[in-house]
C-alpha cells in the first residue's frame, strides 16, 4: 500500500477513535448514550472512507456492519454490549440488512439484466429502439440518450454505459477529428444513464434505499407508484440534456450510420423463455396496485423461473454485482444503528428542525446530498443521508409540529426522501462522479471541462425541476402518510409544550417501542 493511501486509511480510524473514545461530554447532547456515541463515530468512519475510498466502498459497508454487530448489538463483545451504556440494537435487525426485500429487488433487476445480456435482449432492444431515429445527427443523439435512459431504468448504469459504449465506438470513429458532435455523443452515455436511473426504484441504488426507508416510515411507495411520477421526469430531463449537447456540441457533419450487429444467437426455447419472463416481471411491476403483488417478492420471480428451467446457472451467479448489494446493506445497517439505539430520537431532540423553514430543510438536504454524490459513490451518499432524513421528515410532519403545515403542503415524507433519491443521480460534474462518466472519460474525447459544463447545467435544471416537480407538480399520495403521523392517544397525552423537536421525538419513542415490542 503506498504512503498515500495509507494516510486516507489511517485519518478516518484515527477520528473514529477520537469520536469513540471522548466522553459523551464532548458533543453537547445531554441525553446521549455511550452506545450512541459510538454510532456516532462508525457513521463518521464510513462516511469518510467513502469519501476517501482507500478501501473499496462494499468492504465499507462490510466493516460497518461487522462492528455494528461487535459494539452496538445485544449479541456483541460481552463489556461493550452492557445495556447499562444505552439501547442496544437486536442483532437479527441488523444482520437482515443483507437479506432485506430492498436486496432482493435489486438481486432479482441484476438476474434479468445478466438475462438480458446472455441471450442478445440488450442488442435486439437496441436495434429496434434506434432504427426509428435515423440517420440525422440530432436524432442518433435522441436516439442514443433514449434508449441509454431506458436501460437505465433496469439495468445497472455502468453496464449501460459500457454496452453502449461498445455500439458507439465504431460511429465515433467514422466521424471527423473536428466534429463536436463527438462530445455529445459521448457525453450522451453518463447523461442519459444517470438520469434513466431515477424511472425505477430498482434503477439505481439511491431509489432503493429511498423506498426502503419509505416503506419504514410507514410511506410505502410501489414500484408503479414511483415509475408513473419519476419516468415522465426522466423524460423532461432527456429532451433537456438533449437541447443542452446540440448547443453545446453542434454536430458539422450531416449524417451518422449506426451498424449495431444483429444477435447471432438462435431463437430458441430458453430465448423465448426469458423474453417472456423478462416482460412478465416488467408488467407485474408496473401493475403492483392491482395485483398487490409486492415489488420486492415479484423480483425474486425470474430467479424461480429461470433456476427451474435450467437458464440461469451456477456460473451465472457469479456475474451478479455482490459488491454493489453490499453497499447497500452497509447504509441499512447504519439506519438501524440510528434508530434502533435511539440516536435518531436524541438528534432530533437536538437538532432545532422545528425553528428551520421547510424549504430551506429542502434545499440544504438536497444541495449536500448533490454536492457529496460528485465526490463519492451516489449510493454512499445515500446511504448515508437518508436514515438520518427520514427521522427529520417523520418529525416534520408531526401533526403537533409547527412545521406540519407547510411540509406536508410541500408533498411530506414522500416528497423530501424521493427530492435525495433525485439529487444523488444528478451529480455528474466530473470523471470520478460515476462509472457511466469514467467510462465517457475513457474515449479521449471529453475533457474534464466539457463534463463539468454539461453537468453542472443538467444539475441544476433537474435539481430545481425535481423540487417542484416532487412537491407541487406530481407529488405522491400522502393519505397512507397522514395516517401513520397521528398520534397515538399516549403520544397525545404526552404533549405538554409545543417544542416541534421534543414532540417529534417523544411520538417516534412511542412508535419505536411498540415495533420493538411485536
Same mark, same amino acid.
Given at each position: 500500500?503506498?504512503?498515500?493511501?495509507l494516510?486516507?486509511?489511517?485519518?478516518?480510524?484515527?477520528?473514529?477513535?477520537?469520536?469513540w473514545c471522548?466522553?459523551?461530554?464532548?458533543?453537547?447532547i445531554?441525553?446521549?448514550?455511550?452506545?450512541?456515541?459510538r454510532?456516532?463515530?462508525?457513521?463518521?468512519?464510513?462516511?469518510?472512507?467513502?469519501?476517501?475510498?482507500?478501501?473499496?466502498?462494499?468492504?465499507?459497508?462490510?466493516?460497518?456492519?461487522?462492528?455494528?454487530?461487535?459494539?452496538?448489538?445485544?449479541?456483541?463483545i460481552?463489556?461493550?454490549? *452492557?445495556?447499562?451504556?444505552?439501547?442496544?440494537?437486536?442483532?437479527?435487525?441488523?444482520?437482515?440488512?443483507f437479506?432485506?426485500?430492498?436486496?432482493?429487488?435489486f438481486?432479482?433487476?441484476?438476474?434479468?439484466?445478466?438475462?438480458?445480456?446472455?441471450?442478445?435482449?440488450?442488442?435486439?432492444?437496441?436495434?429496434?429502439?434506434?432504427?426509428?431515429?435515423?440517420?440525422?445527427?440530432?436524432?442518433?443523439?435522441?436516439?442514443?440518450?433514449?434508449?441509454?435512459?431506458?436501460?437505465?431504468?433496469?439495468?445497472? *448504469?455502468t453496464?449501460?454505459?459500457?454496452?453502449?459504449l461498445?455500439?458507439?465506438?465504431?460511429?465515433?470513429?467514422?466521424?471527423p477529428?473536428d466534429?463536436?458532435?463527438?462530445?455529445?455523443?459521448?457525453?450522451?452515455?453518463?447523461?442519459?444513464?444517470?438520469?434513466?436511473?431515477i424511472?425505477?426504484?430498482?434503477?439505481?441504488?439511491p431509489?432503493?434505499?429511498?423506498?426502503?426507508?419509505?416503506?419504514?416510515?410507514?410511506?410505502?411507495?410501489?414500484?408503479?407508484?414511483?415509475a408513473?411520477r419519476?419516468?415522465?421526469?426522466?423524460?423532461?430531463?432527456?429532451?433537456?440534456?438533449?437541447?443542452?449537447?446540440?448547443?453545446?456540441?453542434?454536430f458539422?457533419?450531416?449524417?451518422?450510420?449506426?451498424?449495431?450487429?444483429?444477435?447471432?444467437?438462435?431463437?430458441d426455447?430458453?430465448?423465448?423463455?426469458?423474453?417472456?419472463?423478462?416482460?412478465?416481471?416488467?408488467?407485474?411491476?408496473?401493475?403492483?396496485?392491482?395485483?398487490?403483488?409486492?415489488?420486492?417478492?415479484?423480483?425474486?420471480?425470474?430467479?424461480?423461473?429461470?433456476t427451474?428451467c435450467?437458464?440461469?446457472?451456477?456460473?451465472?451467479i457469479?456475474?451478479?454485482?455482490w459488491?454493489?448489494?453490499?453497499?447497500?446493506?452497509g447504509?441499512?445497517?447504519?439506519?438501524?444503528?440510528?434508530?434502533?439505539?435511539?440516536?435518531?430520537?436524541?438528534?432530533?431532540?437536538?437538532?432545532?428542525f422545528?425553528?428551520?423553514?421547510?424549504?430551506?430543510?429542502?434545499?440544504?438536504?438536497?444541495?449536500?446530498?448533490?454536492?457529496?454524490?460528485?465526490?463519492?459513490?451516489?449510493?454512499?451518499?445515500?446511504?448515508?443521508?437518508?436514515?438520518?432524513?427520514?427521522?427529520?421528515?417523520e418529525?416534520?410532519?408531526?401533526?403537533?409540529?409547527?412545521?406540519?403545515?407547510?411540509?406536508?403542503?410541500?408533498?411530506?415524507?414522500?416528497?423530501?426522501?424521493?427530492?435525495?433519491?433525485?439529487c444523488?443521480?444528478?451529480?455528474?460534474?466530473?470523471?470520478?462522479?460515476?462509472?457511466?462518466?469514467?467510462?465517457?472519460?475513457?474515449?479521449?474525447?471529453?475533457?474534464?471541462?466539457?463534463?463539468?459544463?454539461?453537468?453542472?447545467?443538467?444539475?441544476?435544471?433537474?435539481?430545481?425541476?425535481?423540487?417542484?416537480?416532487l412537491?407541487?407538480?406530481?407529488?405522491?399520495?400522502?393519505?397512507?402518510?397522514?395516517?401513520?403521523?397521528?398520534?397515538?392517544?399516549?403520544?397525545?397525552?404526552?404533549?405538554?409544550?409545543?417544542?416541534? *423537536?421534543t414532540?417529534?421525538?417523544?411520538?417516534?419513542?412511542?412508535?419505536?417501542?411498540s415495533?420493538?415490542?411485536?
Amino acid at each position: 500500500m503506498d504512503t498515500k493511501k495509507l494516510i486516507k486509511l489511517l485519518i478516518p480510524f484515527a477520528l473514529f477513535l477520537f469520536a469513540w473514545c471522548v466522553p459523551t461530554s464532548f458533543y453537547g447532547i445531554d441525553a446521549l448514550t455511550v452506545v450512541q456515541q459510538r454510532v456516532i463515530a462508525m457513521f463518521l468512519l464510513a462516511a469518510l472512507l467513502w469519501i476517501f475510498e482507500p478501501i473499496p466502498n462494499w468492504t465499507t459497508s462490510v466493516l460497518v456492519i461487522v462492528l455494528s454487530l461487535l459494539t452496538v448489538s445485544n449479541k456483541g463483545i460481552g463489556y461493550f454490549c *452492557n445495556p447499562d451504556f444505552g439501547k442496544l440494537v437486536s442483532y437479527k435487525e441488523i444482520m437482515s440488512a443483507f437479506a432485506d426485500p430492498v436486496v432482493m429487488l435489486f438481486l432479482g433487476g441484476f438476474v434479468l439484466a445478466i438475462m438480458a445480456s446472455k441471450y442478445g435482449l440488450d442488442v435486439t432492444l437496441a436495434r429496434i429502439l434506434l432504427k426509428p431515429f435515423g440517420k440525422k445527427p440530432k436524432m442518433v443523439l435522441l436516439g442514443f440518450l433514449v434508449v441509454i435512459a431506458v436501460f437505465s431504468m433496469f439495468m445497472s *448504469n455502468t453496464a449501460t454505459a459500457a454496452m453502449m459504449l461498445a455500439f458507439l465506438a465504431p460511429v465515433l470513429a467514422v466521424l471527423p477529428s473536428d466534429d463536436k458532435g463527438k462530445i455529445a455523443l459521448s457525453l450522451a452515455i453518463p447523461v442519459a444513464a444517470n438520469l434513466g436511473g431515477i424511472g425505477t426504484p430498482i434503477g439505481t441504488p439511491p431509489n432503493a434505499t429511498a423506498v426502503k426507508f419509505l416503506a419504514e416510515a410507514g410511506c410505502e411507495v410501489t414500484f408503479g407508484e414511483w415509475a408513473m411520477r419519476m419516468i415522465p421526469f426522466v423524460i423532461i430531463m432527456i429532451l433537456v440534456a438533449w437541447i443542452l449537447l446540440q448547443v453545446f456540441f453542434p454536430f458539422k457533419s450531416k449524417e451518422v450510420v449506426l451498424d449495431i450487429k444483429k444477435s447471432d444467437r438462435k431463437t430458441d426455447w430458453k430465448t423465448i423463455v426469458v423474453w417472456i419472463t423478462f416482460i412478465g416481471t416488467i408488467l407485474l411491476w408496473a401493475t403492483e396496485q392491482w395485483t398487490k403483488i409486492n415489488s420486492n417478492v415479484v423480483a425474486l420471480i425470474p430467479l424461480a423461473v429461470l433456476t427451474c428451467c435450467g437458464i440461469f446457472t451456477k456460473d451465472d451467479i457469479k456475474e451478479i454485482n455482490w459488491t454493489v448489494l453490499w453497499l447497500v446493506a452497509g447504509g441499512f445497517a447504519l439506519g438501524t444503528d440510528l434508530q434502533g439505539t435511539g440516536l435518531a430520537k436524541v438528534l432530533i431532540e437536538a437538532i432545532p428542525f422545528g425553528t428551520m423553514g421547510v424549504v430551506l430543510v429542502f434545499v440544504i438536504a438536497g444541495f449536500v446530498c448533490y454536492f457529496l454524490s460528485n465526490f463519492i459513490s451516489n449510493s454512499a451518499t445515500a446511504a448515508l443521508l437518508i436514515p438520518i432524513l427520514i427521522v427529520v421528515a417523520e418529525a416534520m410532519g408531526q401533526p403537533e409540529a409547527a412545521s406540519h403545515d407547510s411540509f406536508m403542503a410541500l408533498g411530506g415524507t414522500h416528497a423530501m426522501i424521493s427530492f435525495i433519491a433525485v439529487c444523488a443521480s444528478i451529480a455528474m460534474l466530473f470523471p470520478i462522479s460515476t462509472p457511466p462518466n469514467a467510462i465517457a472519460a475513457s474515449t479521449g474525447l471529453v475533457e474534464t471541462k466539457d463534463m463539468a459544463k454539461i453537468g453542472i447545467c443538467v444539475g441544476a435544471i433537474a435539481f430545481v425541476l425535481g423540487y417542484f416537480w416532487l412537491t407541487k407538480i406530481f407529488p405522491f399520495n400522502q393519505k397512507e402518510e397522514m395516517a401513520q403521523l397521528t398520534p397515538a392517544p399516549a403520544a397525545v397525552e404526552s404533549v405538554v409544550v409545543a417544542d416541534t *423537536n421534543t414532540v417529534a421525538a417523544d411520538t417516534l419513542s412511542i412508535a419505536a417501542d411498540s415495533v420493538n415490542a411485536q
